[in-house]
Structures are given as structure tokens and as C-alpha cells.
RNA sequence: GCCGCUAUCGUCUAGGGGACUAGGACGCCGCCCUCUCACGGCGGAAACCGGGGUUCGAAUCCCCGUAGCGGUACCA
């Protein structure tokens, strides 16, 4: 029986949460859902001086906006600075590592002087342990270092295959800084040793890093975890996604009026893909279908585009009752609903986020249309004016329609909509020639859900004074050109 | 510079020697549905980075080149 798995989720706390990262936490969660396993998070906070609990916070709110539940955790990288320590003293003990005096000044300087020649010429290991042990006692300040063996180091990653490093090619790198904190991969090494890692899921810019780490689990005598190297998430220009490329943190998503679970949904097939051409899955059927085999290694555009249109199909399947809590808020901000309506929504609420749904990519678009409809005032649409209420018989057609629709009972779509047909018939054209400078007058717009709906939920009385304001217009405007 | 990773439509991708006339999705275009828009349906344009091998046969395997990306810190 295989161990059981147990992964992690390792954020430095520098930031917000980057959509990369998400990715990287969403693989993670996948997998240890997918295999039963433990998924934990670690706050990485040795660097004190860019951390933040503010931080921290964002991250947590991310990762719970998204639904990424962790099993285990926030544990913080920094509690473990006693292990850290021991952990550089033992490999310090048994010789495999040694204590470098160079200040960062005289490094610097032979950095500069060799340029891209550059590597740290292991001076200091000439220096004897009983020569180390005095000056370190005399209290000359020094950094661990660790001596990196002869030979090659590989690892069979699951995304990319056997990776292989000539040990020649790495340093002798710094394990324990002058103050005596641990740096990044000693800390890594040591918490996902102590954590009972099995498989190190992240991002592939840490690539050059794991031949580094795996020496140091050799070093210390514990079992190498499986590796798992993920493609980068790249902006529209093939760059690494950054800021300049405008919403690159969780939080943005959140704001421009997208679903979390269609963030994950979409994130989950940035490099992965289920096998089969299903793509719009909820978190259950991801969990069910993933493995890290069919994890890509070439690294992922992300698209908006695609993105909002992933949000349109989850919009569009979600209840108008789920909806509501995301968009309620903002038609009460914008006085078109009362908070109770809100509270106990009432049919032709429900109705009206159902019309209004389909027809949006983002939550963000519900409330402007929602305001053409309930909304006190009319903004016409330049264009749509001139196009629908350019024939001359407009007027009178809506003034038709305006007689039918005074005695039209009930006031309910379905009686409404025979009415319109009718009155088209009447004047003996199609039912759009009638619907449209219809639209328009009601709206302002030529795009809208269906008349009949957009009749009932405006309501009589509403309707029939839109109409009164748009033949008036129609009037003054014909009178001007008359004039001229 | 050195080390490493990667390379299929504009983008996300399927493909792991013959099933490829290279499939799906977003976006784009056209048609249908239709009171408009959206949804939905149907159809179209659109790709194997280049060169050598291996093989009866390469998008698939190998090598070289090219390009992009990552790393090269007392950051993570």
C-alpha cells in the first residue's frame, strides 16, 4: 500500500494572489481530492522583510473564494526556524556543509570582476573545521554553505520527464544566511521533510531549483517526494503574466464580475486537459477526472475571451436564486429593487435575472441592463433611434400598439405577446416592424430580451409613458425637419 | 554567457509511427432559429518552427539549428 499523499500549496506572502499561483494551488487541491490525500498550506514567510500579513490574508481569501480548501495549515515557514537550523547544523557536523566568511561585499566584488564567468569559488571549505569552529567562536560573521557532491542529479518529473543536472553546474549555495535564517530551498526541504511531502506540485520556474533540493534531501537522509513541474501561465504577448498586462490577481477576477467556479474551471484546463473534449466541468467532475499524467509541459496564454465565455455558461446555468446574492446588492445601489424584494424575491424578479443572465459573460452586466428596463429614465441609442423609427409610419404604429396595450388583460406576457401580433397583423406588416421601434422606445436600445417580457416587467404604466415620450419625439423631430 | 525547459490553428488544446483529408473549444465569418440581442443548431477560414536522420511509413522517435521562456541572489 502506497503512502498517502500529501502535497502542498507554498505562497510567499509578498503579494496577492497571482492567478499562476492559483493554478498552482487548484493542481494541488485536484490532485490530493482526485487521490484522498492531505492538501497543506504554507505560508513561506522566512523572507521577514517582503512579508506581510495583509498578505497573507488576500491569499487565504483567494484560495477560499475559489474554493481551494486546504486539509492542513496556514502553517508559517518561520515558526520552523529551530529546525531549519538544526537541520544546516547537522549537515554543518557531518561536513556537508561549511561555514563561508566571505563578506556579501567581497563576493560582490568577485561577482563583478568575473562577470558571467561567475560561481562561488569554495574558498572558504579550504578552510579547516578546527580553523571554521575558532573564527566562528570569535564571533566573525559567516553563512552555511552547502557543498554540492561531484556527479549528476536527476529526477523523473511527472510533467516533464527524467530532468538531469550536472552537479558541476551548481554552486556551492548559501543554506543559512549571516543572521542565521534559513534561505528558500534549505527551508523548503527541511518543512516538506517534516511535513511528509510525497509529490512537490508548483510552477516550472523552480526547475533549476529542484536538482538543488533533492542534494539537500540526500544530505539529510530523507526520501526525495515525486516532482511535478507545472507550465508557466503566460500573458497575451508570450511574456511571463504580469501586472502591465492588467488583471493578473484573483481578486481582479472577482471584481470584474466572474464566477469562482468558473475561474476554476478555466484555470484547471491551463494545462490540463481531461483527455476527452469536455470542458465546461464542475469541481467534482475535474476532481474525478484528473491525474498529473495528462498535465501539459508547454506553457499556457491566458485568454480573457475564453475566459468570459466560460463565465457566460456558468452564468447562464446558475438559478436566477443563486444569482441574486452576486447581483442583488447593485440593483438595490442602483434603486431598481427594494432589499426586500431582495430578501423574498418575488417572481418577476427571478424572471428578470433569468432574462438577464443569458445575455451577460459577466455578473457585472446584469445591473446596466437591469436599469434599461426598471430604470426612471431612458437613454437612447443614437444609432437605434435613427435605424427603427426612421419609417414615417412609426408614430402612428406605436400609437396602435399603444391603444392595444391600455386594455391588454392580464398584463402578463403571454397575453401581451398575441396582442402585439395582432396589431402588427392590423397594420399589415411583420410583427418586427412593430417590436422594434417598440424596443427602442422602451429601452432605448435595439437589443433587449423579448418584448413581452420586457413589456411585464416594465409594467403598464411605465410602458405606456415610455411610448407617450417616444411619439412626442418623433413628433418634435419630424417638425423640426418640416421647418427647415 | 552558462545551465535548464518548451515548440500543432491568433488563443486553449487532442494526437504518443499507419485510424490525419490533423479533431474539439474560444474568437472570427456565413446560414438557421427569430420581434432584436443572447442562447442553441449547422457550416466555413485557420496549425504540425526549419533542416537532417531512423523507418515500408512520421505531427508523433533521434540529432542539429532557430525561437520563446525560466534559472543563474545572504528573494521565494
Known sequence: MPDPVRVRFAPSPTGYLHVGGARTALF???????TGGVFVLRIEDTDRERSTDESTRTILDGMTWLGLAWDEGPVHQ????????????????????????????????????????????????????????????????????????????????????????????????????TAGTPIYNLAVVSDDVDMRITHVVRGDDHIA?????????????APVPT?????????????????????????????????????????????????????????????????????NKKAAVF??????????????????????????????????????????????LLALVDLLKVRARSTLEIAP???????????????????????????????AVREALAVVE???PEAIEPVLRDVAERLGVGLGKVAQPLRVALTGSAASPGID??????????ALGRIDAAVALIASSGAAQENR
Request: charge should be negative; hydrophobic fraction near 40%; charged fraction near 25%.
Open 410 to 412: 392580464p398584463w402578463t
Open 453 to 462: 417580457q420586457v413589456l411585464w416587467l416594465m409594467g403598464r404604466q411605465k
Open 28 to 34: 494541488n487541491y485536484l490532485y490530493a481530492r482526485k
Open 303 to 348: 485568454d480573457t475571451e475564453k475566459l468570459l465565455w466560460m463565465n457566460g455558461q456558468y452564468l447562464a446555468r446558475k438559478s436566477a436564486q443563486e444569482l441574486l446574492p452576486l447581483v442583488g446588492p447593485e440593483l438595490v445601489a442602483e434603486g431598481l429593487v427594494s432589499p426586500a424584494d431582495v430578501e423574498a424575491p418575488p417572481p418577476w
Open 209 to 221: 531549483n529542484t536538482p538543488k533540493q533533492i542534494l539537500l534531501y540526500q544530505a539529510l537522509g
Open 78 to 177: 518561520a515558526d520552523g526556524l529551530a529546525r531549519h537550523r538544526a537541520d544546516a547544523g547537522r549537515l554543518l557536523a557531518e561536513g556537508k556543509a561549511y561555514r563561508c566568511f566571505c563578506t556579501p561585499e567581497a563576493l560582490a566584488a568577485k561577482r563583478e570582476a568575473l562577470k558571467n564567468e561567475y560561481r562561488y569559488d569554495r574558498s572558504c571549505y579550504a578552510i579547516s573545521p578546527a580553523e571554521s569552529d575558532r573564527r566562528a567562536a570569535a564571533g566573525e560573521p559567516f553563512t552555511v554553505r552547502f557543498r554540492v557532491p561531484e556527479g549528476t542529479t536527476a529526477w523523473d518529473d511527472v510533467v516533464h520527464g527524467v530532468t538531469t543536472f550536472d552537479n558541476a553546474s551548481i554552486e556551492d549555495f548559501i543554506i543559512l544566511r
Open 227 to 295: 516532482f511535478a513541474h507545472l507550465p508557466m501561465i503566460l500573458g497575451p504577448d508570450g511574456k511571463k503574466l504580469s501586472k502591465r498586462h492588467g488583471a493578473t490577481a484573483v481578486g481582479d477576477y472577482a471584481g470584474m464580475g466572474i464566477l469562482p467556479e468558473a475561474l476554476f474551471n478555466f484555470l484547471a484546463l491551463l494545462g490540463w486537459n481531461p483527455g476527452d473534449e469536455r470542458e465546461v466541468m464542475g469541481p467534482a467532475e475535474l476532481v474525478e477526472a484528473f491525474s498529473l499524467e495528462r498535465i
Open 369 to 399: 441592463q437591469a436599469r434599461a428596463l426598471l430604470g426612471e429614465t431612458v437613454a437612447y441609442d443614437e444609432s437605434a433611434v435613427a435605424k427603427q423609427w426612421r419609417d414615417p409610419a412609426t408614430a402612428e404604429r406605436l400609437l
